[in-house]
Every structure is written in C-alpha cells, then in structure tokens.
C-alpha cells in the first residue's frame, strides 16, 4: 500500500455496525499526503531503525463537547517487555472495546485521544526483519520510542498542541521514565513537535530490588506468608541483591526467578498481580514462544508475559483485528516474536532507573505521577514508597510530611493522593497490578485529575 493513502474501509461490527470511514493509513515512512481528516482511528508502522518495524494505533476522542478544551492525548506503555499495548493495553485495559468487543464503561478514549504502541520492536504487531534488530536496554527503547513519535507528530499536525501525556504499567513504567527524559529535551531542541505534559507510571519497575526485597514482607503482614516463608523468601532475595550490588545483571535476573520460585512454594501460588486473585498458572505454549537456551528466563517469559497474550486475545489479534487493520505483513504473528524481546533485555532488566525519575522531577517542568494499586504484588506498594524515598529530590521532606487526600465515590474510599510541586503519588485501592483492569472507575478519575492539574 502507497505511502499516506487514504482507502474506504468497512469498520468490524459493534465498533462501528455499517459505517464506512476514510482512514489515512500512514505506513512506514509516514509520507502524509493531502487528504480527508481522519477523526476516528488511524494506525501503521515507522521503521525505527534498520530492520526494525514499529506498530502504533490512534483512536481519536469523538464525542467531544463543542467549545471544549483541545482534547488531550494519552500514549500507553505495556509492560513484560513484550507486552502488546495494542492488544493488552487496548482490549482488557483502557480502549473502546474488550476482548468480546463489547463497548467499555471505563475507556479513557470518554476522555481523551488514545496512542497505543507496541514496543520494543518485536512485541505484538511490531516486528524484526534481522534478529540484531531487537533493542537490548532501556536507552534503545527510548531512543526507538522518539524516532516514532517524531514521525508521528509531523504526520499528525492536529495533535501537535493537544497536551499529551504518557501513561504506562509495569516494565512499561521504566521504559516511560527513559522515554520521557529523551523527548522532553528532543523538544526542547525542536526535534519532536508536540506538547508533552507529563508521565504517570503505574505499577512500574523502577527499581527492582525496591519490590524483590518487600515481597517478603508484604505478604508477611497480609497473612499470606508465616515466619518460616518470610525467612525463605528474604534469603533468596539476599542472593539476588547481592548479583545486583556485583553488577551480575543476567544472574540477578536469574536469580529473581528463583526468588519468585521460592515465594510461591511458601505462599501457596500467591498471584503475583494480585494478592487476592487467582493462583498462578503458567500459560501453557501456544507455540508462538521461542525456544528459550535459558530455563530461568523462559520461566519468567511464561510468568509474566505470556498469560497477556491469552488464547482468546491472540485468536482476536490473528484473526478479525489483522484482518481489520491490513497492514500487518503475512508473515508476522502477533505476540510471536514476545519471547524474544524478553530475553533480549534480561541484561537490563534488574537495572534501575530511579535518577531518570530523579531528573524529571527536578530538572524538566513535566507533571511526574506515581500510582499505585493495593494489591499488586510483584510492584508493590511499599516497594514503590521505598524507592521514591531514595530520590535526591528536595520536595521529598515535604512530601513525607504532607497528609494525603482521600479520593472518594459515593462516600466510599478509593484511594489517595498527595501531590507536591509537580510531583503525585496516586494510592489506587481494590487494585492489583493492573490498575484500570480491576478498579476501572477509579482509574479514570484518576487520569482525569492528573490531566486537569489536581
């Protein structure tokens, strides 16, 4: 398909039943030719780098009130790595339609324009044409991330004053962090044309050990782990501190999932997204897994990734979706080459990035959000205040003495907050790891607070 042209397209049932829509889909070039103004959706690829194809899908805001604000756009981040935003993200968290593609009660597209991205290169639509194409560290992603969204914001001239606010969970909170620090200063440069307002980090893996170390007690005090559990966990999490104060990144990494091993033996399968959700399950292959030459990252590929890539999903993404798209090359599945892209980073994946929070706090004018589910386990919440006291920040002593705000809705609890300067840190109540998943309403009074400056 030609670069910028735009073709009729029948929209799949329930998104749109008998509507036909002009969509520009801009491919990997985004070579944009005059034409309709797309206000629906868009989607298509940008060549990163050589041999390394990224995927993105725009849903535009259409029920917009007249004489309103510009409405804002949101990017999100998955996590894994590999975890598909377009799939994920998209249908089971916070896009118009879920995996039956049924509408959502709790879109964020009811508040603002929606820019999924699947990243690294190599997760869900995004692909690799040379194995040494796949990013390695943070930096890459990072880097890869701006190379895209310059391309797109030159392509997408109406979405270049919106305020746009990056918003993530998980791995995807430590790719954000880097993605943010790198674009703020590219626009200050005038390399990226867009008005970048903030980053919100959910659930994130900012710094590892932070969570490794509070598994224990954690689980301690929520009765989900006795004295001898506590005293097995908290050894093993010695070991992998340990690799980590050595600089043994890829046995750190090994070394969490025995840790993680370890934690489930003495807590009877505790869910780590969930302390009160199901037992954990490994996903049984559906052979869109690689052949992994390390048991240990297998394991935690298994573990992490790829239950978010479910059956039902992944029939859904193949089928009716890549059909709808029509861009997505033949040879490329989605969620095949995930494995992949977790393996590759296991060498960064125990490093953290809390300076990068650090400097955004301090040294850009961005809105930098913290938020938190109650009962996320593998991104705790006392591993999160543990490493926020570690930033050099100077707010923090008012931070710490600053009570909070309850968060209510219909006199009941749902969370907290507590801002200072241009820095929040959202309490999400009734929540696992996958906040907007399990407390749906209060995640988007969230975001609409976060983007109104409160």
């Not at 606010?165 to 990226?192: H, N, P, R, T, W």
């Not at 696992?432 to 400056?453: K, S, W, Y």
């Amino acid at each position: 398909m030609a670069a910028g042209r735009c073709v009729k397209v029948w929209l799949w049932p329930v998104l749109a039943v008998g509507t036909c829509l002009l969509l520009c889909r801009c491919t990997a070039e985004l070579d944009c030719k005059p034409g309709p103004k797309v206000k629906n959706q868009d989607w298509g690829y940008v060549d990163v780098r050589p041999s390394a194809h990224m995927f993105w899908w725009l849903y535009y805001r259409t029920d917009k009130p007249a004489g309103s604000e510009p409405t804002p756009l949101i990017l999100w981040l998955q996590g894994g790595p590999g975890g598909s935003s377009t799939g994920f993200g998209n249908f089971q968290e916070i896009g118009p339609l879920d995996v039956s593609q049924q509408p959502r009660n709790t879109t964020w597209l009811s508040v603002a324009n929606l820019l999924f991205i699947d990243n690294p290169v190599g997760t869900g639509f995004s692909y690799v044409t040379n194995k040494n194409a796949y990013a390695t560290n943070v930096s890459m992603v990072a880097t890869d991330l701006v190379t895209l969204l310059k391309d797109f914001f030159t392509c997408k001239t109406d979405l270049q004053k919106v305020p746009f606010y990056i918003f993530c969970e998980s791995y995807g909170g430590k790719m954000s962090a880097a993605l943010a620090q790198m674009l703020d200063k590219a626009v200050k440069q005038g390399d990226v044309k867009c008005n970048l307002k903030g980053v919100a980090l959910g659930d994130s893996w900012i710094s590892a050990m932070d969570y490794v170390n509070t598994w224990g007690p954690y689980l301690r005090a929520t009765s989900l782990l006795d004295h001898v559990g506590l005293q097995a966990v908290q050894k093993s999490a010695q070991m992998t501190q340990q690799a980590v104060d050595q600089g043994r990144w890829k046995n750190a990494t090994e070394l969490w999932s025995r840790t993680e091993d370890v934690l489930e033996e003495f807590s009877n399968g505790v869910s780590f997204y969930n302390i009160l959700g199901d037992k954990v399950k490994f996903a049984v292959s559906d052979g869109r897994a690689p052949a992994f030459s390390n048991p240990s990252i297998e394991k935690l590929y298994r573990r992490h990734v790829s239950p978010l890539h479910a059956p039902s999903l992944a029939e859904l993404m193949n089928g009716p979706i890549k059909k709808y798209l029509g861009v997505i090359p033949d040879d490329v599945t989605w969620g095949a080459q995930s494995g992949e892209v977790f393996a590759m980073m296991a060498g960064d994946f125990m490093k953290p990035v809390i300076d990068i929070v650090d400097d955004l706090i301090q040294n850009t004018d961005l809105s930098v959000v913290v938020y938190n589910g109650q009962l996320d386990l593998i991104c705790n919440t006392i591993g999160t205040e543990a490493w926020v006291h570690k930033l050099q920040w100077p707010g923090l002593s008012q931070f710490d003495t600053k009570k909070w705000t309850p968060i209510t809705s219909k006199e009941i609890t749902v969370g907290f907050v507590k801002t200072v300067k241009n820095f929040s840190f959202y309490w999400i109540l009734d929540a696992g790891h996958m906040v907007p998943a399990d407390a749906g309403e209060t995640a988007l009074r969230m975001i609409t607070m976060v983007m109104e400056g409160q």
